[in-house]
């Protein structure tokens, strides 16, 4: 019988974090959140608002603030690729959940993003996407549970590959 644990996805824009989760979601029966989203409701304001608005650190602190305080069970959560700068966030996500980091290589994430601006990537003045890929992925695989290579998987594929190792991961 699975756990009442949620399943955290964290990884750069554009890897697919909260297609892959809507998918994930429905394959386990759980709830879907994306905490971007969460952000936007609570503060009242679009990412890239809150970010012109009150600059990164601003951003962070909100979002750092919002997602260490996400309470929910048996809920597949899409988080945004800046919440690993958030120690408290990711503190009370990994005690909720299993931290599932979402990888493809730098070049494919490149393809899938358009205007980092309107995405509201947390990405500072002068900084090259390369720059803050290299910088974040240490962080991802030392707060992942599970790492997933998705390149060469479909939506599905992936969806389906995370479900086996969780489910994996609770009989043992």
Same mark, same amino acid.
């Given at each position: 019988?699975?756990?009442?644990?949620?399943?955290?996805?964290?990884?750069?824009?554009?890897?697919?974090?909260?297609?892959? !989760?809507? @998918?994930?979601?429905?394959? =386990?029966? &759980?709830?879907?959140?994306?905490?971007? $989203?969460?952000?936007?409701?609570?503060? #009242?304001?679009?990412?890239?608002?809150?970010?012109?608005?009150?600059?990164?650190?601003?951003?962070?602190?909100?979002?750092?603030?919002?997602?260490?305080?996400?309470?929910?069970?048996?809920?597949?959560?899409?988080?945004?690729?800046?919440?690993?700068?958030?120690?408290?966030?990711?503190?009370?996500?990994?005690?909720? !959940?299993? @931290?599932?980091?979402?990888? =493809?290589? &730098?070049?494919?994430?490149?393809?899938? $993003?358009?205007?980092?601006?309107?995405? #509201?990537?947390?990405?500072?003045?002068?900084?090259?996407?390369?720059?803050?890929?290299?910088?974040?992925?240490?962080?991802?695989?030392?707060?992942?549970?599970?790492?997933?290579?998705?390149?060469?998987?479909?939506?599905?594929?992936?969806?389906?590959?995370?479900?086996?190792?969780?489910?994996?991961?609770?009989?043992?």
């Amino acid at each position: 019988m699975m756990n009442l644990k949620n399943i955290v996805l964290i990884g750069m824009p554009g890897c697919g974090k909260s297609t892959v !989760g809507v @998918v994930l979601a429905k394959a =386990l029966g &759980y709830r879907f959140l994306d905490s971007d $989203l969460v952000i936007q409701e609570e503060d #009242g304001r679009l990412l890239s608002e809150i970010i012109d608005e009150e600059g990164l650190e601003g951003f962070n602190r909100i979002e750092n603030e919002i997602n260490s305080r996400i309470n929910v069970k048996k809920t597949v959560i899409a988080t945004g690729g800046s919440v690993i700068y958030g120690k408290e966030a990711m503190k009370h996500l990994k005690e909720t !959940g299993t @931290v599932v980091y979402i990888r =493809l290589p &730098y070049e494919e994430i490149e393809n899938r $993003l358009g205007d980092l601006h309107n995405r #509201g990537v947390s990405i500072k003045d002068g900084q090259t996407l390369r720059e803050l890929y290299d910088e974040r992925v240490p962080l991802y695989e030392g707060y992942a549970d599970i790492i997933i290579d998705e390149h060469g998987r479909t939506i599905s594929e992936t969806a389906l590959y995370i479900k086996d190792m969780i489910l994996g991961s609770d009989r043992k």
